[in-house]
């Protein structure tokens, strides 16, 4: 039986999220999907006390980073996982274009031909995309801006108030992804 989601565990998915974000920004841009598993912070201590330097402590949940995902498909790849119990919820980083509404609203109706007009598109903006999501339906995204201008982006310095491009955090910035995230807790 899979440990009980708690109040606290809801509370925190944001910072876990954030957390997450500034992972990944410390890897820099152009890189591929990865997904995360939540799991309990007090449970991974019990049973790998030897992380306890690494990790923070204060929260919860602990993100643990999996492998890449297989293929270019996110919702193909989403459609074959299936978390064991002690997963708690799981995080997705991926780089998205982000396109003004009106931009939007002009995009061809075939998947492949709208992301190759949307990344040629000339108000187009490359964004760092978390979502994430606990079993029993608490959800999160984080969207990380690119710098307009690859000069000034030069990478995570460490410093979180310091990155480059807006952060924008709303829990419903990603509908499809979310769903297709929760269905991977379900039996």
């Known amino acids: 039986m899979s440990p009980a989601i708690t109040e606290e565990m809801t509370a925190a998915l944001p910072a876990v999220a954030r957390e997450i974000e500034q992972f990944a920004a410390s890897e820099g841009w152009e890189r591929p999907a990865r ?3 939540l799991v309990e912070t007090a449970e991974l201590l019990e049973a790998e006390p030897g992380l306890a330097e690494q990790l923070n402590t204060g929260s919860p949940l602990t993100p643990v980073a999996q ?4 293929g270019n498909d996110i919702g193909e790849a989403l459609a074959g996982i299936a978390w064991p119990e002690r997963v708690l919820g ?3 980083v991926q780089e998205i274009v982000v396109l003004p509404p009106e931009a939007e609203q002009e995009l061809p ?3 492949e031909a ?3 007009t949307a990344a040629q ?3 187009r903006r490359e964004a760092r995309l978390v979502a994430a999501v606990l079993r029993g339906g608490t959800q999160t995204c984080v969207l990380r801006l690119r710098n307009k201008d690859p000069e000034l982006d030069d990478g995570f310095d460490g410093d979180p108030e310091q990155e480059e491009g807006e952060l924008v955090e709303d829990s419903a910035l990603a509908p499809n992804l979310l769903n297709a995230m929760h269905a991977t ?3």
């Not at 492998?67 to 297989?70: A, I, K, R, Y």
């Open 90 to 92: 799981c995080a997705l």
């Open 35 to 37: 997904m995360f598993a």
């Open 109 to 111: 109706g075939e998947d």
């Open 67 to 70: 492998d890449e995902l297989p």
């Open 121 to 123: 598109h000339p108000d």
């Open 114 to 116: 709208a992301r190759n």
């Open 185 to 187: 807790f379900e039996e």
